[in-house]
């Protein structure tokens, strides 16, 4: 949907593990909108600042400018023009992201973020969950099970650090299916 034609907002999400193209499948989505003519801004959190400051990059090297911000509350300065928000690795904003993404999607908005939806234990990551109820439409991608080659849902950290909030990437992580993941 362009932009003349947009008299509602939603909120939509792409979960999954590390590694299962979440970021992938957002900067698709905004490049697509920008052919539509819509007008997008993206935001990703300070905390990830892997690869670089001013743009998201997917592990395949796709990549679209973005605004880092440290206080999720800027993303309400959207000028009125700006019809799309993108919003990457949500799961690292505390829980007034949601009112934030909710305020944004009453005022006509589409609003497309992406986050884990668990943490490397398996359990909700964060406000997930409440993020997830709050959506219109959800999209859920697997990854590759890096021990087996099936379908992956989980992320497992290979490093021994215990913190739930802990960056890295192949060198710390892995996909795994749920049964290499509880083996
Ligand atoms: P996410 O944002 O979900 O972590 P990205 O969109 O950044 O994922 O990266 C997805 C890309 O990661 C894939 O297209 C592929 O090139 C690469 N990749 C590396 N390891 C795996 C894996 N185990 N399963 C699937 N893709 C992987
Ligand atoms: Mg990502």
């Excluded at 509602?8 to 299962?20: A, H, K, L, R, T």
Aim: glycine fraction near 4%.
């Amino acid at each position: 949907m362009n932009k003349k034609n947009q008299t509602y907002g939603w909120i939509e999400v792409i979960c999954g593990p590390m590694f299962s193209g979440k970021t992938e499948e957002l900067i698709r989505r905004l490049k697509r909108a920008i052919i539509a003519k819509n007008k997008i801004l993206v935001f990703k959190p300070e905390i990830d600042n892997r690869y670089s400051e001013d743009l998201i990059v997917s592990h395949n090297k796709n990549s679209i400018e973005s605004i880092t911000i440290k206080d999720e509350k800027k993303i309400l300065d959207v000028p009125d023009d700006i019809n799309i928000i993108g919003i990457d690795e949500i799961q690292f904003f505390n829980e007034s992201i949601i009112d934030i993404c909710i305020e944004l999607a009453n005022k006509n908005k589409r609003v497309i973020i992406s986050g884990l939806d668990k943490d490397f234990k398996g359990k909700p990551f964060g406000i997930m969950p409440n993020i997830l109820s709050e959506a219109e439409y959800i999209t859920k991608l697997n990854a590759i099970c890096n021990i087996c080659g099936n379908y992956a849902f989980f992320t497992k950290r290979i490093s021994k650090d215990k913190e739930q909030i802990l960056l890295g990437e192949l060198d710390k992580y892995e996909a795994n299916c749920r049964s290499c993941f509880y083996k």
